[in-house]
């Protein structure tokens, strides 16, 4: 049995749901004393726009963990408050904000992020979305020694995943967070142990992405129906794959390539029975399984079609 003595002491950064699995392993732990949990402020959500805590945050009331929320990691306040508890280790997993070099030189261990993709590929945000959008077969997570550039560590170890050609980036990103916490703990003992060598990153290879954005969210209909599928899959859960059908927003939250082919221009829609084909570039075919009408709620496009019928010689391409 680990007594307290031999506990390792952490000051846990995360915010949204990925971390949480990892910060409930460290909380569980018998080896790990997380004497800290650093999350962005609460912020407004919803219609009625509730000033709402982070998962991480909600995860750490739960745990009694003691908590700091700053704008920002710059104040000397927050230097000095995880100055003074003195961690062996700080651990980061998409927390938000830049570490300044002061703060990645406080413990003993050093800072290890959860990165979540097989680095040097996808530094930056929304690694997850991305390798679904580019239509990537494997994917991960990594542990990292941080440093002062992004995502530039240097590499401990990582823990790869299979991508479905079915999966949305939401699936994706449950299964990358329940990888996260083993990844962590062998990480941590390896580094306790001096086990494990950091490996510089492949800078020449290193490739970067930006957060998503509402406008990168609009189907190109003359691209093959195989990028436009890995998009619809790549933008759910958020800000979710649309097009537009008189007038109003149609988002495509599920949707599948066909083997046939169509000489169809872009963007024609076909319907046999309860199914909606889209023709897409180079004639391929793109079935909408479930979408969501501007005003409406989410639905097959069987029940869509209970209700609406698109028009004949119907064009998502001339729609604006």
Aim: contains cysteine; charged residues 20%.
């Amino acid at each position: 049995m680990i007594n307290g003595d031999d506990m390792k002491t952490v000051v846990f950064m995360g915010t949204p749901d990925f971390a949480v699995p990892a910060l409930k392993a460290l909380a569980d732990s018998p080896d790990y004393d997380v004497k800290l949990v650093i999350s962005q402020p609460d912020k407004p959500q919803g219609r009625k726009q509730i000033l709402t805590p982070s998962p991480v945050k909600q995860l750490a009331l739960q745990y009694n963990l003691e908590m700091h929320q700053p704008v920002n990691l710059k104040s000397d306040e927050t230097f000095e408050i995880i100055n003074s508890l003195e961690p062996d280790f700080i651990v980061v997993s998409a927390y938000g904000n830049i570490l300044p070099k002061r703060i990645l030189e406080i413990p003993k261990y050093g800072c290890v992020n959860l990165h979540g993709s097989l680095l040097p590929k996808y530094r930056g945000a929304a690694p997850i979305q991305w390798s679904v959008i580019n239509g990537d077969e494997i994917t991960g997570v990594t542990t990292m020694l941080m440093d002062v550039g992004l995502d530039t560590g240097d590499i401990l170890l990582t823990s790869k995943k299979v991508i479905g050609p079915e999966e949305t980036a939401g699936e994706v990103f449950d299964a990358l967070a329940n990888l996260c916490p083993d990844l962590l703990i062998r990480t941590l003992k390896a580094l306790e142990q001096g086990s494990i060598t950091p490996v510089k990153q492949d800078n020449e290879n290193a490739t970067y992405v930006s957060v998503l954005k509402k406008e990168m969210s609009v189907i190109d209909w003359t691209e093959t129906a195989s990028v436009i599928h890995n998009l619809i899959r790549g933008m759910n859960p958020w800000p979710v794959a649309r097009t537009f059908f008189n007038g109003k927003v149609l988002k495509v939250y599920v949707s599948a390539v066909c083997g046939k082919k169509s000489s169809a221009p872009a963007g024609s829609v076909t319907v046999d029975g309860d199914d909606v084909f889209v023709t897409c570039g180079e004639g391929s075919v793109l079935k909408l399984s479930e979408i969501q009408l501007e005003g409406s709620k989410r639905m097959s496009s069987a029940e869509f079609l209970r209700g609406r019928s698109f028009p004949d010689g119907f064009s998502f391409c001339t729609e604006e």
